[in-house]
């Protein structure tokens, strides 16, 4: 079974830092896109995130954008997700999702984080930031 665990919950003051890891137990990682989501309850869960093993790519949305950094490290199976800058809007569960049919988090851009393509979650960690 393909199980996503990430970790890394945090509370912490605007304007802080955060690392979130998401760990996956599958022999073939490299095969799959791995993506960051959030939900804040009332709104509809955001993808904002996406990296991928075949061309090293990512991919991000505009609201985190030089904020946050997605990489990964295949040999540990594990993706990471630095958070720098935080906002109070950036509280939120967030989610990894794993898929084997995104080859290229560039080439398909916004597509890459659109949670329809996405098989595989985590249980979700929650990230709370206070102004």
């Known amino acids: 079974e393909f199980q996503l665990v990430e970790s890394g919950v945090g509370l912490l003051q605007a304007g802080g830092s955060l690392r979130l890891s998401c760990a996956a137990s599958v022999f073939t990682f490299d095969d799959f896109a791995i993506a960051w989501f959030r939900h804040v309850p009332g709104k509809e869960r955001e993808g904002f995130s996406c990296i991928t093993s075949s061309d090293g790519s990512t991919y991000y949305k505009d609201s985190v954008q030089g904020r946050f950094t997605i990489s990964r490290d295949n040999a540990k199976n594990t993706v990471y997700l630095q958070m720098n800058s935080l906002k109070p809007e950036d509280t939120a569960v967030y989610y990894c999702?794993?898929?084997?049919?995104?080859?290229?988090?560039?080439?398909?851009?916004?597509?890459?984080?659109?949670?329809?393509?996405?098989?595989?979650w985590g249980q979700g960690t929650q990230v709370t930031v206070y102004s």
């Open positions: 999702a794993a898929s084997n049919r995104i080859t290229s988090a560039r080439a398909m851009g916004v597509l890459s984080i659109i949670t329809g393509w996405y098989d595989a």
